[in-house]
């Protein structure tokens, strides 16, 4: 009657391994380790720079515990904080010989004491939010009309060049505000102009109505487009903060938009505020200039001779040195966008530039003149400039559409892509909310989270197993099941831990239990109605269960509610909120329910079972 199929077992056992081995990383605690990242876009960290810090380490007699290589950084680990600190000046010195033009950010770090069997699986422990390791916290608010003002602006330029191509008189064309207002003497023209940015630029919408004597045609960005500028200038934002915040060294920067305009920052382990501020406010220029190719330039590239009057000399990617003239041809700010891709003819990897209606005029004039010669990308940032690319113009090139190609690999122009694309920001942002938590007040949040969800489990377990015995302590059991289920799951998915995240661990511990309250006193209801003792097992679960369903589903609903609407904190308490009621339908029902079939099941003239006393009416 009260038996589980092998299958069903088979599976309580592999989610309790699963549990285990994906909750065992939480408790191996953290281990002192050394970060190396790059401090610009262009800069990678491979095999090559590891060995450098390997080398760099033996020399100065440092025995690391591993280094691993992942995800663009390198991460050396230690025995000690002393050891992590001798290493930290070693590695200083060997890879960022100018402190003022760092190639390489080498910040401290603390990595997980993992054993090598558990990394291999890929169960790490859960990260720790800003409110458990201490650090900053920035609520960024994007200035989404500037990001409009400046795709009109870009829009009224390109829309006076259609129309000169189109031969298409008027008689001025003005933004006002967000909107583009372009004067015709005569409504056929008027009508021949819309017809034109109708067809040129879908996303703007116009319309057309008498101006005095004259008659105006405004055009603005219709609804659809405008969120598209938006979202990008949200994505761009969010993607250059992550280039700049590379640069603290931070092992897991929390960065991530919230509502259609803001962008919350939370940089664990930063104390210093005026630094993080002045990364965050951080300015990138792109500029064009014509290369030098005279034979005085030629030399100075091969030596360190001085450079030609009128010239600068700047670094490649390789280390090269292109002399450049000083007079800048286009800037950044002509720039619209920029995608890697492919060549057309060559099928090699290429970056692909889209300049606005200036920048494509400018562009078109001087690679006409300027066939067979070289063209030179620089990107400066704190007052350092580095050259991206330098091709040869082969043609005239108009549309204000430029490739980039020659020798690029499809990872290189995709990182191309980037530092061009988010070398600055879309948009302005301005810091609406700050705020520093201690790294000491950040342990005191872990002992004190960890202490409440213990207590909180003791008290629960001692409660049940003293009210209804046996049964009590299978509760128990499945309650400290769902526990671990619930650690695992939220190592495996890798979530972020805060302090509201502990209070609804032990929230749902409260919650987890009554699951189990109802089991237990439905079995003790049939007992008392004079059910056998496998009869009242049998009824008490599968009565409960609609119950149990009912109220699970309807608090589940809350929480995904906390989920969709919240942000922050709250976000944070939902997350465990809504894993845990799942985790406990699990253990509550499923498991205890094994547990009990396992004990009693296979006794088949049961007299009584342990729940406890039961008054018969």
């Not at 699986?121 to 608010?141: E, I, K, S, T």
């Not at 009309?145 to 064309?173: C, F, W, Y």
């Not at 792109?286 to 005085?296: F, K, P």
Request: net charge neutral; proline share 4%.
């Amino acid at each position: 009657m009260n038996r589980y199929p092998f299958w069903k077992y088979a599976i309580i056992c592999i989610a309790l391994l699963v549990g285990c081995v994906y909750t065992l990383p939480n408790f191996f605690g953290e281990a002192p380790a050394v970060q190396v990242s790059s401090a610009k876009a262009s800069a990678k960290v491979d095999q090559s720079v590891q060995e450098r810090v390997l080398v760099a380490l033996k020399a100065a007699g440092i025995t690391p515990d591993v280094s691993t290589l992942e995800n663009g950084s390198l991460k050396v680990r230690f025995d000690n904080t002393d050891t992590q600190l001798k290493a930290k000046d070693a590695i200083q010195h060997a890879l960022v010989p100018d402190a003022n033009d760092p190639t390489y950010v080498v910040a401290l770090n603390l990595l997980s004491r993992s054993p090598a069997w558990l990394s291999s699986l890929n169960a790490a422990p859960m990260y720790l939010g800003l409110d458990l390791r201490g650090g900053v916290h920035f609520m960024l608010q994007v200035d989404m009309p500037a990001a409009l003002t400046k795709k009109t602006e870009s829009l009224a330029g390109d829309i006076r060049t259609t129309l000169r191509e189109k031969n298409v008189r008027h008689s001025g064309i003005s933004r006002n505000g967000q909107t583009i207002e372009v004067r015709f003497r005569e409504m056929a023209t008027l009508e021949s102009a819309q017809r034109v940015i109708q067809d040129q630029f879908a996303d703007l919408q116009t319309t057309s109505a008498p101006d005095g004597a004259d008659f105006k045609l405004s055009a603005t960005i219709n609804p659809a487009a405008a969120r598209r500028v938006q979202e990008q200038a949200i994505k761009q934002n969010i993607t250059t903060l992550h280039n700049r915040i590379n640069e603290l060294g931070v092992a897991e920067p929390v960065i991530q938009q919230q509502g259609t305009d803001r962008i919350v920052v939370q940089l664990p382990g930063v104390q210093d505020t005026a630094k993080a501020k002045d990364i965050l406010g951080r300015t990138a220029t792109l500029e064009i200039r014509m290369v030098d190719e005279s034979a005085e330039a030629r030399a100075a590239e091969l030596s360190n001779a001085p450079v030609p009057f009128g010239t600068e000399r700047f670094l490649e990617r390789n280390g090269q040195a292109v002399i450049v003239k000083k007079q800048v041809i286009l800037t950044g700010e002509n720039l619209t966008d920029a995608q890697p891709g492919f060549d057309s003819q060559s099928q090699e990897a290429a970056v692909h530039l889209t300049l606005d209606a200036k920048g494509a005029r400018i562009f078109k004039d001087v690679t006409r003149e300027s066939v067979g010669k070289r063209m030179a990308i620089l990107l400066f940032e704190k007052g350092k400039g580095e050259v991206v690319t330098a091709p040869v113009i082969r043609s005239e090139i108009g549309g204000g559409r430029v490739q980039i190609s020659g020798r690029m690999s499809t990872v290189e122009a995709n990182d191309t892509a980037l530092l061009l694309r988010a070398g600055s920001l879309a948009a302005p942002m301005e810091i609406i909310e700050e705020r520093t938590i201690g790294p000491s007040l950040g342990a005191e949040n872990i002992a004190k989270g960890f202490d409440s969800v213990t207590w909180g489990f003791v008290a629960v377990t001692a409660f049940m197993c003293v009210y209804y015995m046996l049964f009590g302590v299978i509760s128990s059991v499945a309650l400290a099941v769902n526990l671990l289920l619930l650690v695992a799951v939220l190592s495996m998915l890798q979530a972020t831990l805060t302090l509201p995240g502990m209070a609804a661990m032990a929230l749902v511990l409260g919650m987890a239990i009554d699951a189990n309250v109802l089991i237990n006193e439905r079995v003790r209801e049939e007992l008392r109605n004079g059910a056998a003792p496998q009869s009242a097992i049998l009824a008490g679960y599968d009565r409960a269960w609609a119950t149990i369903l009912d109220s699970n589903v309807t608090t589940l609903i809350a929480g995904l509610a906390l989920l969709a609407f919240g942000s922050g904190p709250v976000r944070g308490f939902a997350v465990v909120h809504c894993l845990g009621i799942l985790t406990s339908m699990f253990s509550a029902v499923f498991f205890s329910r094994g547990l009990v079939n396992l004990w009693y099941g296979r006794q088949k003239k049961l007299q009584s079972v342990s729940i406890g006393t039961v008054w018969r009416a």
